[in-house]
T-cell receptor, first 113, second 114 residues
Framework: EAGVAQSPRYKIIEKRQSVAFWCNPI?????LYWYQQILGQGPKLLIQ????????DSQLPKDRFSAERLKGVDSTLKIQPAKLEDSAVYLC???????????FGPGTRLTVL | AQSVTQLGSHVSVSEGALVLLRCNYS??????LFWYVQYPNQGLQLLLK??????LVKGINGFEAEFKKSETSFHLTKPSAHMSDAAEYFC????????????FGSGTQLTVLP
């Protein structure tokens, strides 16, 4: 079974630029998560999707962050415009119905200069 | 509401020594508890999970953890450290029933000394 795929793995941008990250969850997993992991901290949930609907986006900075999962499969997370404090690893995870374990992708490491 | 506290952001042990990584949780409902490991430039990999069955849980790579409700703890142990165990370890909690709402601790960086 293929795992959670993310791209790109690394991205370096300047502040005020835009950036997008892509995630393809494990096939058949209805729930998809985006986490932000700042260096030295644990992952923090940004947004949770159930199929193509948003379940929880209470911690998403909506003035600059957006995410979509239009067909209920893969998802895109966008930052526009980026700030220095957005430098972090962005992790995608998925959860299958009836399972009790989230599966994580390798992450995208974003550096904002 | 739920939270996790990992005592010790950095732990160093000698190769062959006991590994003990501490995790205390707070949860208003019965919890599920998880330990994840993260190697450099990689995502999170599940080590083990407590889901209301046996309180002593065995995981991969020789790790185990014991759920102690009275102490609200879920400490991770391994009898003998190996160089390959050097990584960052995260404890996480979620309300029992599913893994839908994970809350992570701040992590413990484990260094294994030769």
């Amino acid at each position: 079974e293929a795992g959670v795929a993310q791209s790109p793995r690394y991205k370096i941008i300047e502040k005020r630029q835009s950036v997008a990250f892509w995630c393809n969850p494990i096939s058949g997993h209805a729930t998809l998560y985006w986490y932000q992991q700042i260096l030295g901290q644990g992952p923090k949930l940004l947004i949770q999707f159930q199929n193509n609907g948003v379940v929880d986006d209470s911690q998403l900075p909506k003035d600059r962050f957006s995410a979509e999962r239009l067909k209920g499969v893969d998802s895109t997370l966008k930052i526009q415009p980026a700030k220095l404090e957005d430098s972090a690893v962005y992790l995608c995870a998925s959860l299958g119905d009836g399972h009790n374990e989230q599966f994580f992708g390798p992450g995208t490491r974003l550096t904002v200069l | 509401a739920q939270s996790v506290t990992q005592l010790g952001s950095h732990v160093s042990v000698s190769e062959g020594a006991l590994v003990l990584l501490r995790c205390n949780y707070s949860s208003s409902v019965p919890p599920y508890l998880f330990w994840y490991v993260q190697y450099p430039n990689q995502g999170l990999q599940l080590l083990l999970k407590y889901t209301s069955a046996a309180t002593l849980v065995k995981g991969i790579n020789g790790f185990e953890a014991e759920f102690k409700k009275s102490e609200t703890s879920f400490h991770l142990t391994k009898p003998s450290a190996h160089m390959s165990d050097a990584a960052e370890y995260f404890c996480a909690v979620t309300p029992s029933g599913s893994a839908r709402q994970l809350t992570f601790g701040s992590g413990t960086q484990l260094t294994v000394l030769p």
